[in-house]
Nanobody
Framework: QVQLVESGGGLVQAGDSLSLSCAAS??????MGWFRQAPGKECEFAAA????????NYADSVKGRFTISRDNAKNTMYLQMNSLQPEDPGVYYC?????????????????WGQGTQVTVSS
C-alpha cells in the first residue's frame, strides 16, 4: 500500500529547532512537499522539493529558517525547522505528487500522510 508517515513533531520553545521526517512506502514519488494547518485555518504550503533535490520552493513565511531535503535511497523526506516562531505551530503534513513540476497548492498533491503535531510555546 502507498503510505506516507511523518515523525519528529513535538513541543518546543520559541527559537528552538525541530527536524521532521517523512517515510514513504509503496512507490517512489517525483516531487514531495510539506504543508501545515493550524486549528480553524486552511492548509498552508511550507516547502517543496523536486525528485533529485535539485530544486526547492519555500513559502515566504519560512524562507531562511526551514530547509527541505530528501534521501531517495531511504525513500525519506526531511524538513529542518530552525528558529521556530509562535506562528509556526500546527499539524505538519507530508505530501507527494506524481509529476516533475513543483506545486504550492494542496490540490496539486495526491498522497498525504497523517500529519505530525508541532507546538511552539512562548
Amino acid at each position: 500500500q502507498v503510505q506516507l508517515v511523518e515523525s519528529g513533531g513535538g513541543l518546543v520553545q520559541a527559537g528552538d529547532s525541530l527536524s521532521l521526517s517523512c517515510a514513504a512506502s509503496g512507490r517512489g514519488f517525483s516531487n514531495m512537499g510539506w504543508f501545515r494547518q493550524a486549528p480553524g485555518k486552511e492548509c498552508e504550503f511550507a516547502a517543496a522539493i523536486s525528485w533529485n533535490g535539485g530544486r526547492t520552493n519555500y513559502a515566504d513565511s519560512v524562507k531562511g529558517r526551514f530547509t527541505i531535503s530528501r534521501d531517495n535511497a531511504k525513500n525519506t523526506m526531511y524538513l529542518q525547522m530552525n528558529s521556530l516562531q509562535p506562528e509556526d505551530p500546527g499539524v505538519y503534513y507530508c505530501a507527494a505528487r506524481l509529476v516533475v513540476s513543483l506545486s504550492t497548492s494542496p490540490s496539486g498533491y495526491y498522497y498525504w500522510g497523517q500529519g505530525t503535531q508541532v507546538t511552539v510555546s512562548s
